[in-house]
């Protein structure tokens, strides 16, 4: 994996040129367009995903394992988190598990979620993405008994102070069972969770 | 009103003389048990409820036009926070409010929390008392069309910094048909609901 | 409503024909001129208020039924708040309200804010916005009896901290009867100030 | 579970016993010896563990069913952490996991951690408590393929704000499968891991 | 001047003895009642002030000269800030002014601060000692041409964060003509007071 | 007086020529070029100082009464101050007081500052502007027995939190006889100064 | 070396058995009275230094092989700020240093710091020790050539944030040559300083 | 030395020209290009360095002389850091230190920096950059008896509030020996080690 951001493309290149000897497939995180077309001039394989802002370069022969009979659930809160859960969908399918989405549930419309309560129940591990108040993980974390991987995003105004109010209240999580990554950090669950998936 | 904290037992009697002369009632909050006994002496009628930690001064005279047709109702997370809960209980009541507790239905149990949808649907103004996350005024704000107050407590322990977490997360809310007041302060949401109870 | 902050026009897009299929009237808030323009292009009744940074789409049909037996006052501070001011506005407006504005105001001149005593007793619910040391509420809150919904905006420099200094200022307000939202939410006071009115 | 820090005795007694009629192991966190006293004498069978300050009630038939072929690893930087580390140990231990400890094994002697790379690697779940810079888990992290629990203790002094400063390095540990919960909280980590055991 | 707070009683003592030799009065701050007995006892013409929490220890001899053509006046917001508002009025007199006080005039009360607009506007420095919101400096900046010095203090609860919030907004008076003095810093506003009436 | 920052250009044109009417000087704060150009169109007699960014509107007839007697001594620690240091100047000497500058003598070359002794002994009052550790004021309050206004700037890097640290060496200063503005905050220093000036 | 804080007498005097069997001296710090006197009874040759809060267990044979030739300077602001400058002194005598002190030359009276300046430039390596501002180590990195470490102390109130504000003015200090340490770090200076020593 | 940032080109140059009088070597940091550029055509022999942002001016007389007894290690986490270390690099170089870089050996993959175990044996001084958590002087400090001085680099995102998260993390450091400077201040740290290097 390659965290492009505070790198400039000619040290992003010739990073994925020293990881593309060694790995079969390489993950590039905060890509921006920019960096997206020298990637893809330099490797044409490479997919772009604009939303999750993520670049995969893959060997045509690497058939990616998928750890089917488990399931990763993504739930986001609302539209502007997208962007953080995409990037955590992308990174978990990577890594070969099978992820579902479960996107637009904010707490201020509790039965938008309560309404999923079986797809919830039948995931095996659960990443929640939400900004400014960030209180959708100790609602996930109260209904399932998986675990429950929680995100908070830099997405809000005034006092959510780029994220921070989010990532407190997911790390004062009432809820038993939640666990908490940095602002923004979609890849960072998204890895932990495939982790999970292949322990078990 | 009097707010006890910080004012040393005679300025409070001092304080209290002076109103008792002025009105038909009269409420100190943060009182300590010691100040309280202090106050019962020289105000044998005076009530003291220690989980609130309010003293209530009243004429026999004073009869208490309670609005019947209005509900207050009080909202609280967790035991900790009962106290914060029944200082906006007294308040409310003390001003004249019908006033109705529903407490222990934290966001990490939300069903607790949805088994009451009815009485949270009749109440004309909700206070919603949380600590550490503080997430379930997100959640009322989105279950109700009436004006929910929202008071953070500083129960908690590390990354809630006595109260901050579950301030910044109130501040954020994002349902609409919420506001807030001070960490602990449940005087103030008390004495808010009444005067939109009174405006009614 | 749609918050459009954190968007991208195309989202906005959708969700407005969305919601314009269910409701009478739309408001969206924070909205640039290049989205505002997108919008108007699809929606041509909208209407943009280019200083509140909204949008308005309402059916021909839609009569606003207004609550003339109750005032809102919006008071503003200073001349750098006043978009937060005029959402508040636009907002209480949209929403069925008879809103009066009180603007320029500010602490520092008192005898300006004490002139208008009479509107500001006239009132039933007012929105106080201010910036920098966000001392207007306290004042505002001594001289009513009517709740108090006070809008810290992040106005200032140096110590005011994009609005920290305003926001804590009120949360700490010494006056009862004052409720606080989030940094520059002028939406969410007008949305509870018309909840109240509602009520009434 | 009842976390005991907030609440009086008898409010912690009467969840106890409210809690022991529903299930036949009942784990308190947070209980002072002046607690632990009064629900021994309540429950004789009690256990109490001072250092973690832990309490667990368990019914004679209740024979804990122990997932001895996966191992959670319970790492301690310093020997001020221990409380904390315990706290994990016993949470774990009590829904059933087999635990192993590696304590004193703090970043600045760096050879003690790598003395124990085997325990390290055969681990399947490995919680990590650290105080002061909290750097341990980011090392941990590197050296493993299973998922890392980091726990930031408020263990310092000076600029380490009571736990804030390993909280924000474990927050931003650029080892990837780590993920953080709160200040000291050595339940949340052992909850969490007893779940992926369970999972597996 | 000595800062009493942090040292010893036997360092306070040695200090005022050396200070007594080469000065006709000496004033000590921050004086614990245990500090004041100790001194009392070795300075038996030392005046313990104990709401200011100073001790004077002026030789006989020493006729204190008062400016009396120019008045330092106290206003301080409400009755836990009188400490703060004593430990100025004790200095600026122990340095020759004379001074006056205007307490308990706090801005939800604003009319009860305009009934002294006479008192203002005489006064030759204004200091106001104000916690809380701490809006008071901004409204009496505002009435007055006179130099005003702001002293925040630690009186509060929750989001005061121990007068961090009565400093901000003192930082942020949009009212020319104010300064700021450290939270608690009484002395130093009498001081700063003083050498103004000195200069004049 | 008019802060610029915040307002649109028409805003400044239509306060500026509200008080143009009223008084026979305006000083305006804060412009930027393009606000300096517009107003200099519609008041050709406007002054323009790049450096402090402040206008300085004057009737012909307007004979500056300046305290000859009185010098307003304006210190600076580096080189990036000295826009905010001018804006003091500026500020000053618009409301009729004699100024000086003494640039460049930042504490970590102590002599070129004790070089300048005489020059501070003979100032009535002292201005001092520093950014980064902002430990100037401390050293100069040291030296003087006249009143110290200490400007920190926003001047650094890193830790100096966009002039945070300089606010906060400022307001522990050891030496009395020192008081604080708000961060970048020259006009209020200057202001200030003047009116200790015209008190004298 | 021991940090005695945080950890129970007996852990601490478990490890100092260890230690002794290892090493010909060992230093513990942050002991207590209570500690000091467990351990002398354990260590009839342990020296404790109250002020400093240190203990010394040293062989008899020990011959503490003292680095004459060079000088470690220990320079103190203020008297509340001796303990952690005594810390300093005795760490870095037990690691074989020649140490002098300078005490109590706080940058209000800067004379006194000028009147030692041979001292300063005749020591190898200085520790400055300051609470309040800390603006002490900006200075004296200005005289001098020599490496200086600057060691906040948590000595203040209000807007010392318990050594934020000094910290933070030692990690902004504008002259070359000066590195920090934790706040009340009086050990880590004294270490750091002798390993220069011992380089040269 | 000059320090750019905050200074316009002709502040620079007019800076630059009086010391190269005075000097034989100049060296200024944070030079954007287009300062270079400028400094450049003004100094022909200027030598910029893009990646540290350096410029040194040196007279073809000035014959370095280089410490080639003692060696300065420049450590450094990761490929973002880079900046921040050739900054410590050039300063250390122009100051007449030999210096060997170690770069891209951060605390998730251990072993690459142990592969280096003698080359951090052999060094005088080491400077260890590192953002993000900056764990990295911890575990470099508990292998070495040499001076350590930690650079916290503002390298990172969401909780590592640009660079204050590796700020707090280096001043709690657990391993003795290890100094801290300002976030980003690679010169302080490059001239730190200059002087200690040349005391031996």
């Known amino acids: 994996m390659v965290f492009c951001q505070g790198k400039t493309t000619e ?27 020298a990637v893809q001039e330099a490797f044409p394989e490479a997919e772009y995903n604009p939303r999750a802002r993520t670049l995969v370069i893959r060997s045509p022969a690497a058939a990616t394992v998928v750890h089917k009979d488990h399931t990763v659930l993504v739930v986001c809160a609302g539209t502007a988190d997208i962007p953080v859960a995409e990037e955590a969908v992308v990174t978990a399918e990577t890594m070969g598990c099978h992820v579902e989405r479960l996107y637009d549930v904010g707490v201020a419309g509790i039965h938008r979620l309560l309404d999923h309560s079986a797809q919830l129940a039948s995931a095996d591990v659960i990443i929640v993405v939400a900004g400014m108040e960030g209180a959708l993980p100790s609602v996930v974390g109260g209904l399932v008994h998986c675990p429950v991987i929680a995100v908070p995003t830099s997405v809000g105004y005034g006092a959510s102070f780029q994220g921070l109010a989010a990532l407190l209240t997911m790390l004062n999580c009432c809820a038993p069972g939640v666990v908490v990554v940095n602002i923004d950090n979609g890849f960072g669950a998204g890895y932990f969770a495939s982790i999970i998936v292949k322990k078990s």
């Open 11 to 37: 040290q992003i290149l010739s990073i994925l040129r020293l990881m593309r000897e060694r790995h079969a497939t390489v993950l590039a995180t905060r890509a921006s367009e920019e960096v997206a077309r």
